[in-house]
């Protein structure tokens, strides 16, 4: 059984997803994990993020054997304050513009990573807490040093404690 640890408010045409998850390392490396192509790259997906406000975004996210338009996820840094905030836009196909933001807190020894995306409320933009969650467990395993689980098969394990779906053709 799997908890779920991402809340989802919806207020007016706005939907947010929020996860505030302790990683048991420091600020320093979390922040690389964001901003460094290679560490991005092992949870995430391949691309760039220039860490700097107005720097573009540019990076392949989901399930590989998803089309190609659907996993490209793109935009601008929004706001960038190195090694507490990063914001940034995350635009794609089919799916209106909406902004993820990541606030890094020391907290002995280890930080605290509050994790926030706006989006518009449409039927697709009130999913993605099982997502993020499979998203921010493969960040854990990879700062932990352990195998980075398939983001598919970890987003299923979880899907049902947040009452969502699974992915069309899963």
């Known amino acids: 059984m799997t908890s779920a640890d991402g809340t989802l408010v919806v207020a007016g045409e706005i939907a947010l997803i929020g996860f505030e998850r302790r990683l048991g390392h420091p600020v320093e490396a979390v922040w690389a994990a964001l901003t460094d192509p290679e560490?991005?790259?092992?949870?995430?997906?391949?691309?760039?993020?220039?860490?700097?406000?107005?720097?573009q975004v540019a990076i392949r996210t989901g399930p590989g054997d998803r089309p190609e338009r659907q996993r490209l996820m793109s935009g601008r840094v929004l706001a960038c304050d190195p090694p507490r905030v990063l914001e940034h836009e995350w635009i794609q196909p089919g799916l209106d513009t909406s902004v993820v933001r990541y606030e890094l807190e020391a907290d002995a020894g280890g930080t605290i990573?509050?994790?926030?995306?706006?989006?518009?409320?449409t039927p697709t933009a009130t999913g993605g807490r099982a997502g993020w969650h499979a998203y921010l467990d493969r960040l854990a395993a990879h700062l932990d040093g352990l195998p980075v689980p398939a983001w598919a098969e970890r987003r299923a394990e979880v899907q049902d404690a947040y009452g969502e779906a699974p992915l069309p053709g899963a």
Do not use: K
């Open 39 to 55: 560490e991005r790259a092992a949870w995430l997906g391949p691309g760039t993020l220039e860490p700097r406000e107005g720097g």
């Open 113 to 121: 990573l509050r994790l926030t995306h706006r989006r518009s409320v």
